[in-house]
């Protein structure tokens, strides 16, 4: 019985927070549509959650990092590699699809090996993933000698610039991975284990869970998210595959959306006020 209680206690709070922040966010966007005609336009939501769809990517694979009280700062550039790679074999064979596997691998090979270094070799998290970002940056540079790679294919262009019943694709796959991650970490003992692993690692430990190869998991989930996201910020208009500075920022970027208290990292009510914000500045300053 007091576990039912509990339970309910546990929904009541949640539900309590989520409305609160819903609230907040009428508020803005009131507030916003009074003082720009151009704020609440079917043309500028849908610009923003294209915009907001790559961090979103980025951030949903960073989010079971820090449920696990860890840290990846390798994600942005993670990013620029997994597209500098992808434009490669996209350039050398035309196909789409060995292009988003060669992606989405790249990034996964990154973020198991953040993992490795985590818990093999027991590094704290912000030196190996801070290491990480410097040997991937390096890399990057090396690989990609100062040039350019563009030309990309049509079907290539649709991930991150197509549309699907008037709406960009890349709306579509975040609000997909946001139904997949909520699945994942509020109904799956796995993403109980992993909250159980941020609260007390040597509590998890005793209680009979894995903690290492979990650790390794989310690590590697990380960068896959990092690679799908490269794909997505590749195949927008006029994008090359080149390293740039100020990946750096995606990671700063992706961190602040979803920052909280401990309690509640992790849960999707901390995103929702972010966004309306943000556009809204941007239209009252003059900015696209």
């Avoid at 995103?271 to 941007?282: E, I, K, M, Q, S």
């Amino acid at each position: 019985m007091s576990a039912v209680l509990a339970m309910h206690h546990r929904f009541s709070a949640g539900a309590a927070a989520l409305g609160y922040r819903l609230v907040v966010v009428a508020l803005m966007c009131a507030a916003l549509t009074l003082a720009s005609d151009a704020f609440l336009t079917q043309t500028n939501i849908i610009n923003v959650l294209r915009q907001a769809s790559l961090l979103f990517l980025i951030a949903s694979g960073l989010t079971l990092v820090i449920l696990t009280a860890g840290l990846d700062l390798s994600v942005g550039a993670n990013l620029g590699m997994a597209a500098c790679v992808v434009a490669t074999v996209l350039k050398a064979t035309g196909s789409p699809l060995l292009g988003m596997l060669t992606g989405i691998g790249c990034g996964l090979a990154v973020g198991f090996t953040n993992g490795v270094l985590v818990t093999a070799l027991r590094l704290p998290p912000f030196i190996a993933t801070y290491g990480m970002l410097w040997v991937v940056h390096g890399f990057s540079y090396y690989y990609m000698a100062g040039t350019t790679i563009y030309g990309f294919p049509p079907g290539f262009r649709e991930i991150g610039s197509g549309y699907l019943f008037g709406l960009p694709i890349p709306i579509y796959l975040m609000f997909l991975f946001l139904a997949i991650g909520w699945a994942f970490t509020q109904r799956t003992t796995w993403g109980q284990e992993i909250y159980a692993i941020g609260a007390n690692p040597g509590a998890a430990r005793l209680s009979g869970i894995p903690v290492k190869r979990r650790l390794v998991l989310v690590y590697t989930v990380s960068g896959g998210m990092a690679g799908l996201a490269a794909l997505v910020y590749l195949a927008r208009p006029s994008r090359e595959g080149r390293p740039k500075p100020g990946y750096i920022e995606l990671v700063l970027a992706a961190a602040r959306e979803w920052e909280l208290p401990a309690p509640y990292i992790g849960s999707i009510e901390q995103w929702v006020p972010a966004r309306p914000l943000g556009a809204g500045v941007r239209k009252l300053g003059g900015f696209a």
